[in-house]
Every structure is written in C-alpha cells, then in structure tokens.
C-alpha cells in the first residue's frame, strides 16, 4: 500500500479527495477562497491557502484599548445587611514557610535513612514561637499579646491561635484560650495564671498542668507539643533552683527553674484522633507503604509457621465446641491440665487470638460463661508437684526422657 491509500472501516480511500472535500468547505465557510493546487509527483495534492492579511509586522502600538464594561454595584455597599461572615472574615497569617521534605533521605548523602517517608500534598510550616521570653520580658516588664484568631496547623496534630503584640506569632491553643484573650509573658514577676501565659518554672506554682516545655533555658519549646497533652510542675527546691517535671508518659524529671514553660493543657483535636481510613489519606500526609514482607529474608520460616498456626487454629475450633468447660482453662487447674494436654505448653490466650477472626461465635460463647476469678500465683512450682498428681502430660515427657536414655545408652 501507498502512504496515501489508507482503509477507513473496510474501505480503500484517497487523501487527495479529502484534501479537496476540506478545501471545499473552509471555502464555503470563508467564502471564495483563491486556492492554489500543486502536483508533486504526481501522487498527492497540496493545497496553498493565502494567507496576505495576517499581520507579520512588530506589535502595533495604535491599537485602542479593550472598552471596560458597565460597572456593577456592589450589592454589599448598597445594603450592609446582605454581607455575610465570609465577607466580613480576612485570614491574618503569622510567620510560616513551604515545608520542605526529603523523602526520609539524609540529605548530605542521599542514602534511604527512613523508610516509609516520601511524597505528599504541600503544606505550610507555620511556625510556632518557641521563645516566649523575650528581651523585652527579660528586662522586667510583663508583654502582653492579644488572639486574633484560631488556625489549624497542617503539620502538628494542635490547633494555633495567632497572637498580636509586638510582633505578630503563633503559639499552640490550650484548652480555655479563646479568640479575644490575653495572654502574658513574665520573668521576674508573676501576672495571671490564664492558659496560654508563658513563665519560668520557678515562678509557678506546684500542681499546675503546663505544656511547651523546655529542656535547657533559652533552648525553645521542646517537651509536650501535641494535642492534649499536659506536663505537671511536682516539686520545687529550697533555693528554687530546680524543678521536678512529670511527663506525659509518666517519667519524672529535674529540670533547671529558669526554664520556660506554657500554662495549660493543649486542647485536644478530631484529627489528633481520628484513623487515616484509606491508603490515600496516608500518601497525601507523605507516608509511603511498607515493602512486601514475603520478599523479606525469613520468608519461608514465617509462611511455616503460619502455617502451624492454622492447624492450631483448627484444632482449638474442634476442642472448644466439644468441651463443656471451655473457656474455664485460665482459672480451674484441673481443665488446664487438659487443655495443655491438647495444646502443650503455650498461653490459651495465644490460639484464643488465633481463633477471634476466624470463629467469633466461639468466642462469644465463651465469653457468656461465667468466669471464676484467677487466683493469684502463691507457689512457684508447677501444679502437678503441688498437688503430687501424676497427670498425661507427665507420664508423656517421663517416656520422652527414657526414649533418649535409651538412645543413647545404643549409641555408646
């Protein structure tokens, strides 16, 4: 076949009759046009449309600008009482930045430090005023801001509120600090207790829930950023010196009085506390899916013992709806026994977790049985040498061990 010989839908047609059938259009579109039709050897026709009127000029200075149209009025200016809270609303923004991500590389080597990082939407970093002090406060007087408003934060699980005074800055929202308060910052003196008011340890008192802790003084907010969490001011020195700290997590530490801390506890979020319910939430936020686990080194040790673990699976399903005191094993001695009679030595609680997802029902007749309380360890021995019982499970290991003995008595 010739380039210009195609089959459209069966058919055997010409591009040079199409060519025409188009011209033939655009001139009745455009009116006459004088087309130019040249032969190039003697097997396709190429159209020459003249093109003289467009201008190949520079840019022409004499063209009058575009007229505006009518203008039109402002329904809000001609009646105040249609304007909503959108229009009357203006977002201030503090200090805050692009963050910049690196995809869990270090960024000098560009080596893979941390796995499961990389991609995500764009965010904005607003940054929060990690030194509350400043030289101002130092110098003995008590700066005063007031909130203007209440934003999130894409990067921290807490809400900021936007503070104006001598400078426009971002703090994290406690719980009772609204737009409108005053918040305080003090060094020598202590003003109000408010939340959100800034002071060195030494200056509050004992049993006051702070946040915005820090490590060192003049080192910046460190400890307890996140939504709902609170420090707790235990004890202080004589000499006022030290400070005993007691963390979320419970641990207890001495820190340095001239650090600062916030007043109150931060105001707990839904998105501090909400699931991320689809793989695409989790890319949006930069977290990127584990690799395939079954590609990992011990893959065929694991699959073994998944394995077994469905055969356990099967056989606790069958010893649960034949036995009458099932679920009793934790708490009676004597249906242990048994149950480590079928099962060995592992934890019932184990093949119950097993069993959950593949037969709830079982579970749930379990747990209508009224379970006797666990009595607490008393004896370190086992419960067979207690009670001087000689039960299966015994006389199996007592033929396991003269077996070995036997075997080795032939191999010497």
Not at 4 to 22: A, E, F, H
Not at 119 to 132: F, S, Y
Not at 173 to 199: K, N, R
Request: charged share 30%; net charge positive.
């Amino acid at each position: 076949k010739q380039w210009y010989q195609r089959r459209v839908r069966g058919k055997r047609i010409n591009l040079s009759k199409i060519c025409d059938m188009w011209v033939s259009r655009l001139s009745a579109l455009f009116g006459q046009l004088s087309v130019r039709t040249t032969l190039l050897n003697s097997a396709r026709a190429v159209h020459h449309i003249p093109r003289e009127h467009v201008w190949r000029g520079g840019p022409a200075w004499n063209v009058p600008p575009p007229v505006p149209g009518p203008i039109k009025p402002c329904p809000i200016k001609m009646d105040p009482s249609m304007a909503t809270t959108r229009d009357r609303t203006r977002i201030i923004h503090g200090p805050q930045h692009k963050l910049r991500t690196n995809g869990g590389r270090d960024p000098e080597t560009g080596r893979k430090v941390f796995m499961c990082r990389g991609g995500g939407a764009d965010r904005q970093m607003r940054e929060v005023m990690a030194h509350r002090v400043t030289p101002e406060a130092r110098a003995g007087q008590i700066i005063k801001y007031r909130v203007l408003q209440i934003q999130q934060c894409d990067v921290r699980n807490a809400d900021l509120a936007l503070i104006a005074g001598p400078t426009v800055e971002y703090i994290i929202q406690p719980e009772g600090l609204e737009v409108g308060d005053i918040v305080e910052t003090g060094w020598d003196q202590l003003g109000s207790l408010t939340p959100g008011c800034s002071y060195p340890l030494r200056l509050l008192p004992i049993g006051i829930k702070i946040h915005a802790v820090e490590q060192y003084p003049s080192s910046g907010s460190r400890f307890c950023m996140a939504a709902g969490s609170s420090c707790e001011v235990l004890q202080h020195t004589t000499a006022r010196d030290k400070t005993l700290v007691k963390y979320p997590s419970g641990v207890s530490q001495w820190l340095e009085s001239d650090c600062v801390a916030t007043i109150g506890r931060i105001k707990q979020t839904t998105r501090a506390l909400e699931i991320r319910g689809s793989w695409k939430v989790s890319r949006a936020m930069g977290i990127k899916p584990r690799r395939n686990r079954q590609r990992k080194k011990n893959w065929r040790k694991r699959k073994m013992r998944h394995r077994m673990d469905q055969k356990w699976a099967k056989r606790l399903d069958r010893y649960f709806s034949d036995r009458p005191w099932a679920g009793q094993e934790h708490f009676v001695p004597e249906t242990y026994e048994r149950f480590r009679y079928f099962f060995g030595d592992r934890k019932p609680q184990y093949y119950m977790r097993r069993i959950r997802q593949r037969d709830p029902e079982v579970i749930a007749q379990i747990n209508k049985r009224k379970m006797e309380p666990r009595e607490e360890k008393k004896y370190q021995c086992s419960y067979e040498t207690l009670t001087d019982q000689r039960t299966e499970v015994f006389w199996q290991k007592r033929q396991r061990w003269r077996l070995w003995k036997e075997r080795n008595r032939e191999k010497k």
